[in-house]
């Protein structure tokens, strides 16, 4: 999924639970591999957020690392500069375990 897909998404089903409340804070998790930083979510956001509930909301990003398992030798490691090569093996192959994550996990109310 693009990441303006996912950020509308997420916008989305934020806009569903608050119910018409205006929302003072949201808390998104956010993987340091995903397919879109938090720069780009939060303009994306702010476009979105025009008009609605959610426009005075502040978003509030906690990253989540990211770790990958090697698929040869299956030792885990955190990939330097996003890049999955094993410092073990030197194996390119790797299932990621986290990092990829773009969710949310609290919505905060001004009620």
């Not at 994306?44 to 005075?56: H, I, K, N, S, V």
């Not at 990003?61 to 073990?88: T, W």
Request: proline share 5%; glycine share 8%.
């Amino acid at each position: 999924m693009r990441a303006d897909q996912s950020t509308k998404a997420l916008f989305d089903n934020v806009l569903r639970q608050a119910g018409g409340k205006p929302v003072a804070q949201i808390h998104i998790a956010l993987g340091e591999i995903a397919d879109i930083t938090p720069a780009q979510a939060q303009r994306l956001w702010d476009e979105l957020a025009q008009g609605t509930p959610l426009e005075r909301a502040q978003i509030r990003f906690r990253l989540i690392p990211a770790e990958v398992q090697c698929m040869a030798c299956f030792k885990k490691y955190r990939p330097a500069n996003g890049e999955i090569h094993c410092p073990h093996c030197g194996s390119f192959g790797a299932k990621i375990l986290t990092g990829e994550e773009f969710h949310v996990e609290r919505i905060e109310t001004d009620e």
